[in-house]
């Protein structure tokens, strides 16, 4: 070939990307379909793996280091395996630490009953922690609003908290309150350690951040059943799987807030004659706290976004009655319960913020009573409304509302709402089905027929080109590495399934999220207000979304992908806001004076300047789509998460299956992470961006 | 008496084989040869001393090792080779608890961007380092008081850091490095954040505080002007060596090197050299009307030589007279020749 052709070809990305185009669709049409062929499917070498895992669990619960421990039913000792006794101790403290705090608020005696006799507290019927008045609960929601940040965060605790408990949904909001207490700080105190680890020893961040990354893009589901096979069912399980997906964005937040230091100020504390320790927690942990405590309002938002699928292993509240109110088909009773799982998590998102940004006064001169102002005020609220409560035993005769309403006995607009759906699944029926389905046989049917006639070896050298041409060869071999181990799988079909829902989902909601934010994005005032729309979706629980299309929809592709999409719109509406919120005013400044026309400005100056920061968006959706896709098994596809899903019901290889398909997930979303991002990050250099 | 400060054959170069490659060079170290096996050469060979009570300014470009100097004397990096000795004793030998002792005793240092706690007010960032030592509250906060009144921010005390312009944080990153009273004062780049107007004042502010605490002073600039104002004594870095290290006016009048001469060239003379750099010897000739000082700078009394039209006796510190001085020399500082 002439030299120069090859020149142009080493200089010319694009040119890359057009001959990988044209080789994928060569391998794809010339390569026949057929079953003993290697290059259209690798053969399951690796279907050992799911049940190998699934052992080494059974292995660890009951084999391994058996310790002798006492019986005292049979009054002797027995072999017990040490992991197992662990996992034992860990799911009682939690559960006594999550009951505990669901009693003190909604009382109970189950706390009284580990501390003294069954039989003495069968006699004793008096002898039982009394409710806390929702009227006094939500007195107390107002007044600790308002000392975070003044009488509007107040009113919107206190009428959070009011609305809650008219609806009925006191005791189910606690219950899901009291999980979040217990479990926002253990995330808390783990991500803090782990992160400052990481921070002080290089060798541990770099093994945390492979770690991380495999964790933050598994779905969720795919923990539920080993922790089942691990801890049993109840609220502590659910507790333990949302430890799992909270931490890892805590310890990030702290990683990056610890390195965001200015070098100098490490100095000035040495210099100063900090001891290690004083460095630590005098001079780094304040001065990254800003960061530390953003990270705690990640956590409790991952908390209320996991209710649902904590209920799924036993976790009581919200979560569990939004599911069984979608079991059954009943929208209104769903849409009420995540309203409130959206309540509270506003609610709890604020008052965290507030609490981060608070400026500490030191110089406050304050007499005890007002410091204690607050507390001393809510002491007095329960007080009164204990006592206005108690008095009026005696008028309610069976259900005392001023104590809890409860569920059947709150107001509901749940039939408001159902036959609002009703209405809609009347006056629509047709346009909706008729889209519905030609999207199903237009777009979705053969998309996903094209994705699962896609030979392995088109497949691969599409992604392994790709990450070569943007990386290297050492990018393009972890790119290649990663899907060898699902092509290897028995379930490459299904993963393939998942693809083109996730590639579907990612290209509608890269479009419609560059689309908007080029809108409003361009203007100081837009692009504040899409933020907080974008704030405002991001702290409804995953969950939340699939209500709505599932009745517009039914139980099709379609649902899960649409919710899929609006779900994953908001990450790449923020980022496309970001980016052009990056393009320096001098270069706008520049356009103006060269005269470019609005479309011209767009496309010539913000468009190839916000790009790769868009790009990083699209990255982000990519982990939103395959969240939510695979959260859509739960109401029925077919793709890696109805197999996920399914486990929760095979006992025997599940927690096996579920890890593997996990993992399969994540590899996917790393892959497309690792390319995008050294696409992105090498743009950036080459834009002069920091 | 034995310098405060003593360094002798100080390196410090960056990367994994520095070591190696430094013995097998036997300590010559050529930069660029060095940069070819993956190493930076931050430092190269540093030997001098600073005396009690006398100020060192180190004058480089960025990336000259100025910086990199000054955290290996304070060892907040390790020196790759070579024996610094503070009060006689090796501070790359000290462990980790006589380290922090060495800090809380002796050491304050000042930095380019503040480096203040956003989390502490300006009495707390002033007290700190007392209260990592253990002095009680009381009296850390006792001294921090004196301090703030020192560096001329009473009444704001109780402002955090970012309510304060840059200057007032330097005076805050300023008042907290004197808090312990330590001995030797580092100074890396504390005016170079600020704008002009408030550098010449704060340069100013550091004299007159040098004139009262009188510390054994390391002081990093990159601006020439800054160091020939503050220093008794001046080091030119260039490449992580020393490229001169004399008195201001020695260096403005006899640069080392090509380098050197590049910054000296611009600098107004009469702004920098003293009377006796360019008096003669005793002359019976001379009025006797009135004497200067041999160490007045040449500027300030210029007026007064070239009014007289006679030669003017030198007298150094008492009184005694020690030389003369020609007006036709003053000439030819101020206008060349």
């Avoid at chain 1, 669901?102 to 580990?114: M, S, T």
């Avoid at chain 1, 991952?302 to 509240?317: D, E, T």
């Avoid at chain 1, 300047?609 to 896709?629: K, Y």
């Avoid at chain 2, 005793?105 to 930095?111: L, Q, R």
Wanted: with cysteine.
């Amino acid at each position: 070939m002439d030299k120069t052709y090859l020149e142009t070809i080493r200089n010319s990305k694009p040119t890359q990307f057009g001959i990988l185009l044209v080789l994928f669709f060569a391998l794809y049409h010339l390569v026949p379909h057929n079953d003993g062929n290697y290059l259209w499917r690798l053969p399951s070498l690796l279907k050992g793996i799911p049940l190998a895992i699934n052992n080494v669990i059974f292995s660890a619960l009951y084999d391994w280091f058996p310790l002798k421990v006492w019986d005292p039913i049979f009054e002797m000792y027995e072999e017990k395996a040490a992991f197992r006794e662990f996992t034992k101790a860990v799911s009682q403290g939690l559960l006594f630490l999550i009951t505990f705090v669901r009693e003190l608020l909604l009382g109970g005696d189950k706390i009284i009953d580990v501390f003294v006799s069954d039989a003495w507290l069968k006699e004793n019927e008096w002898l039982s922690w009394p409710a806390l008045p929702w009227t006094a609960g939500a007195v107390g929601a107002f007044i600790l609003g308002y000392q975070l940040n003044g009488i509007r965060l107040g009113l919107l605790g206190g009428i959070g908290a009011l609305y809650i408990a008219i609806f009925g949904n006191w005791v189910p909001s606690i219950q899901t309150l009291s999980f979040v207490l217990i479990t926002t700080p253990i995330c808390f105190v783990l991500g803090l350690s782990f992160g400052i680890w990481g921070y002080l020893d290089k060798k541990v961040e770099t093994a945390l951040q492979p770690v991380l990354n495999v964790m933050q893009t598994m779905p969720q589901f795919a923990y539920l059943v080993p922790i089942i096979a691990l801890f049993g069912l109840g609220d502590h399980a659910g507790s333990i799987a949302t430890i799992i997906i909270a931490t890892p964005p805590m310890i990030r937040n702290t990683i990056l807030g610890l390195k965001r230091i200015s070098p100098e100020v490490v100095e000035a504390g040495l210099m100063s004659g900090c001891t290690k320790s004083q460095l630590l927690f005098k001079v780094l942990i304040p001065t990254a706290r800003r960061d530390i405590l953003n990270g705690v309002n990640t956590v409790i938002m991952q908390c209320l976004a996991m209710v649902v699928i904590a209920s799924f292993v036993g976790a009581k509240g919200l979560g569990l009655n939004l599911k069984i109110a979608l079991n059954s088909l009943k929208i209104g009773k769903a849409a009420e319960a995540g309203l409130c799982i959206v309540i509270i998590a506003v609610i709890l998102d604020r008052f965290t913020k507030a609490w981060a940004n608070k400026p500490v006064d030191y110089f406050e001169n304050l007499t005890l009573f007002e410091r204690h102002r607050s507390l001393v005020i809510f002491g007095a609220a329960i007080l009164v409304f204990s006592i206005i409560a108690f008095i009026a035993n005696g008028y309610f005769d069976k259900i005392n509302y001023l104590y809890i309403i409860p569920i059947e006995k709150g107001l509901t607009i749940a039939h408001y709402i159902d036959s609002g759906v009703d209405w809609v699944w009347d006056t629509f029926f047709y346009t909706l089905n008729t889209f519905n389905k030609f999207l199903l046989t237009q777009v979705l049917g053969p998309m996903k027929k094209a994705y699962l006639g896609m030979p392995v070896i088109s497949t691969f050298t599409l992604a392994m080109g790709a990450a070569y041409i943007v990386g290297g060869l050492r990018t393009g071999l972890i790119v290649g590495g990663m899907l060898l181990f699902i092509a290897l799988s028995e379930y490459w079909d299904r993963a393939l399934i998942t693809m083109y829902m996730a590639t579907f989902a990612v290209l509608m909601a890269s479009l419609n999220g560059i689309v908007l934010g080029s809108i409003f994005g361009r203007s100081e005032r837009g692009s504040q207000i899409l933020l907080s729309v974008c704030d405002f979706f991001e702290t409804f629980p995953s969950f939340v979304y699939l209500i709505p299309v599932i009745f517009l929809f039914n139980i099709t592709d379609t649902s899960v992908l649409i919710a899929a999409i609006i779900y994953a719109t908001v990450p790449a509406t923020r980022y496309t806001v970001w980016g052009l919120k990056s393009v320096p005013l001098s270069l706008h400044e520049a356009g103006t004076m060269s005269g470019v026309s609005p479309f011209q400005r767009w496309t010539n100056i913000e468009i190839p300047i916000a790009f790769p920061t868009v790009m990083l968006g699209v990255n982000q959706t990519v982990v939103f789509s395959l969240q939510m896709v695979i959260l859509g098994a739960l109401i029925g596809t077919e793709d890696l998460g109805q197999i996920i899903f399914g486990a929760l019901s095979r006992t025997k290889d599940g927690a096996g299956v579920a890890l593997t398909l996990g993992i399969f997930v994540s590899l996917i979303a790393i892959s497309v992470d690792v390319i995008v991002r050294n696409w992105a990050e090498d743009r950036k250099k080459a834009l002069g961006l920091d | 008496m034995s310098p405060t400060i003593s360094c002798s054959s100080v390196y410090k170069i960056f990367g994994g084989n520095a070591h190696k490659l430094l013995e097998e060079n036997d300590g010559r170290v050529d930069a660029a040869k060095f940069q070819e096996s993956g190493c930076i050469v931050g430092v190269n060979d540093a030997s001098f001393d600073v005396n009690k009570g006398e100020m060192l300014v180190v004058m480089g470009l960025s990336g000259s090792g100025k910086s990199t100097l000054l955290r290996c004397i304070s060892r907040l990096t390790e020196a790759t080779a070579g024996k610094i000795l503070i009060d006689g004793e090796d501070i790359c030998l000290m462990n980790n608890k006589q380290l922090i002792e060495l800090r809380r005793e002796k050491m304050g240092m000042v930095f380019q961007n503040f480096a203040l706690l956003p989390h502490k007010t300006v009495l707390e960032n002033i007290a700190f380092p007392l209260q990592v030592k253990g002095v009680t509250t009381d009296n850390s906060i006792q001294k921090a008081l004196e301090m703030v009144e020192l560096v001329g921010l009473k009444g704001r005390e109780n402002y955090f850091p970012r309510e304060l312009s840059g200057g007032q944080q330097q005076r805050v990153g300023i008042a907290r490095s004197l808090a312990v009273e330590p001995d030797i004062w580092f100074l890396d780049e504390p005016f170079s954040a600020l704008d002009p107007l408030i550098r010449k004042e704060m340069q100013d502010e550091f004299l007159r505080l040098q004139s009262v605490l009188n510390k054994t002073i390391m002081f990093v600039t990159h601006d020439f002007d800054e160091a020939l104002r503050l220093a008794d004594r001046i080091a030119i870095m260039k490449d992580g060596i020393i490229e001169q290290l004399d008195k201001p006016d020695n260096i403005v009048l006899n640069p080392a090197t090509d380098y050197v001469k590049r910054f000296t060239e611009d600098v107004p003379r009469e702004k920098v050299l003293k009377i006796e750099s360019i008096m003669d010897g005793v002359d019976p000739n001379a009025s006797s009307d009135f004497a200067i000082s041999k160490s007045e700078i040449i500027e300030t009394v210029a007026e007064k030589i070239l009014n007289s039209k006679e030669i003017i006796k030198v007298t150094d510190e008492n009184n005694n007279i020690v030389g003369s001085i020609n007006p036709s020399k003053v000439i030819k500082v101020l206008f060349g020749g």
